[in-house]
């Protein structure tokens, strides 16, 4: 047994060599920590920065003027003209009766008949004033408004822009008396005069 004079030693030698094992740990759990390794999480303000713009920051693309990227397909109309027939007058009474003198003088100077009177006048300036029969058939009194020349032909006759087409009535129902007249008129269309004709019905008396 040791004397008690050793045991002192030795306990303190005891103590003195578990205190460098006890100090050991705390020391290590003491050291400063060491810096994250690259491939660590990045702090949650990066990754929001690796996502993009957030949505109230994106607005749609809204050019200033025309957009260069559209292209406007204007498609062609091609819409028929329509010219609206002109219609074409008659020369005066004046020039219509020159013109009938000139017809005369050429025919007997050629020794042809000579051109019928009638026609020097419109079917607007004729008045029926009657009809007559004969044993050549049914005619007509008709009466030339501008020079109050009066005429006794038949049917068939010409004027300046028609012909007598037919002779109804007979001359005892003298009111009963109608003269059709073939009227023709003339209108230019594009250029060209096109020729209508229409059935004019004049009785006697009739203004």
């Not at 690796?50 to 109309?77: C, E, N, T």
């Not at 001359?171 to 229409?198: C, I, M, N």
Request: aromatic share 6%; proline share 9%.
């Amino acid at each position: 047994m040791l004397s008690a004079s050793l045991k002192r030693p030795v306990i303190a030698l005891v103590i003195m060599g578990a205190l460098p094992v006890l100090w050991s740990p705390i020391c290590w759990g003491q050291q400063p920590a060491q810096p994250a390794s690259p491939s660590a999480h990045p702090p949650a303000e990066t990754a929001k920065e690796s996502l993009g713009p957030s949505s109230d920051s994106i607005h749609p693309y809204r050019p200033a003027g025309r957009d260069p990227f559209k292209m406007d397909i204007v498609a062609k109309q091609t819409t028929a003209k329509t010219r609206t027939p002109r219609a074409i007058g008659f020369p005066a009474l004046d020039v219509r009766r020159a013109e009938f003198r000139q017809k005369v003088v050429a025919a007997r100077r050629s020794g042809q008949a000579e051109p019928d009177p009638l026609s020097q006048y419109l079917v607007s300036e004729l008045d029926v004033l009657g009809v007559f029969s004969d044993e050549r058939g049914q005619g007509v009194f008709l009466r030339a408004q501008p020079t109050g020349t009066t005429f006794f032909v038949r049917q068939n006759a010409k004027c300046y822009n028609g012909q007598i087409a037919r002779v109804e009535g007979d001359a005892s129902d003298l009111a009963g008396s109608r003269v059709v007249f073939k009227e023709t008129s003339y209108a230019e269309v594009e250029g060209k005069q096109t020729p209508t004709d229409r059935l004019v019905v004049k009785t006697a008396g009739q203004k």
